[in-house]
């Protein structure tokens, strides 16, 4: 099975604009996690789609937001970008079962805001 | 609210040593424990997944260990390697449906 796949994987930005993220997971997952990882704050959960549905979202402001498609891939979009949101946002897949859930990380997303 | 702790932050030991991560976690009502890894720069790559009814799983030279009354998970890793060198992190699936990561361990293996 391929793995999750985000794309891009490095991405500039000037502050004031705003970027969208993508992520494919593995085949037949139908949760999509994000988070962002920052050296300051380590890896702080964004939020977790399930069947299009946003299940849980972390303390982030409003200019953070994403959504899920039919097929399960998941988009996450930052508005009004800011200097301190320059971070690797990661994307993880999972396939939930009773007993709870594996998370599989894709490679992430190298973002840079100048 | 959960909190998970790392302890220690960074490790160096020479090539062959078996050693212990330690995470701590404030909420034993958890419904898993994941150990990572992470190289510099790149995504992560899970190690050990401990569901919370487990009290240990093993994979080739790594162990994980859960006692979820004591808030407490190790990671033991045996005749260590320089290709071991990396970030681990530990993460908590608490609360609905999201994880909370533990700071890290940056481990350095002397050859």
């Known amino acids: 099975k391929a793995g999750v796949t985000q794309t891009p994987r490095y991405l500039i930005k000037t502050r004031g604009q705003q970027v969208t993220l993508s992520c494919s997971p593995i085949?037949?997952?139908?949760?999509v996690s994000w988070y962002q990882q920052t050296p300051g704050q380590g890896l702080q959960f964004l939020f977790e789609y399930f069947s299009e549905t946003q299940r849980n979202k972390g303390n982030f402001p409003g200019r953070f937001s994403g959504r899920q498609f039919s097929n399960s891939r998941s988009e996450m979009n930052v508005s009004t970008l800011e200097l301190g949101d320059s971070a690797l946002y990661l994307c993880?897949?999972?396939?939930?079962?009773?007993?709870?859930?594996?998370?599989?990380f894709g490679p992430g997303t190298r973002l840079t805001v100048t | 609210k959960q909190e998970v702790t790392q302890i220690p932050a960074a490790l160096s030991v020479p090539e062959g040593e078996n050693l212990v991560l330690n995470c701590s976690f404030t909420d034993s009502a958890i419904y898993n424990l994941q150990w990572f890894r992470q190289d510099p720069g790149k995504g992560l790559t899970s190690l050990l997944l401990i569901q919370s009814s487990q009290r240990e799983q093993t994979s080739g030279r790594l162990n994980a260990s859960l006692d979820k009354s004591s808030g407490r998970s190790t990671l033991y890793i045996a005749a260590s390697q320089p290709g071991d060198s990396a970030t681990y992190l530990c993460?908590?699936?608490?609360?609905?449906?999201?994880?909370?990561f533990g700071t890290g361990t940056r481990l350095k293996v002397l050859a």
């Open positions: 993460a908590v699936a608490s609360g609905t449906y999201k994880y909370i």
């Open positions: 993880a897949s999972s396939q939930l079962d009773r007993d709870g859930y594996e998370q599989y």
């Open positions: 085949s037949g997952h139908r949760s």
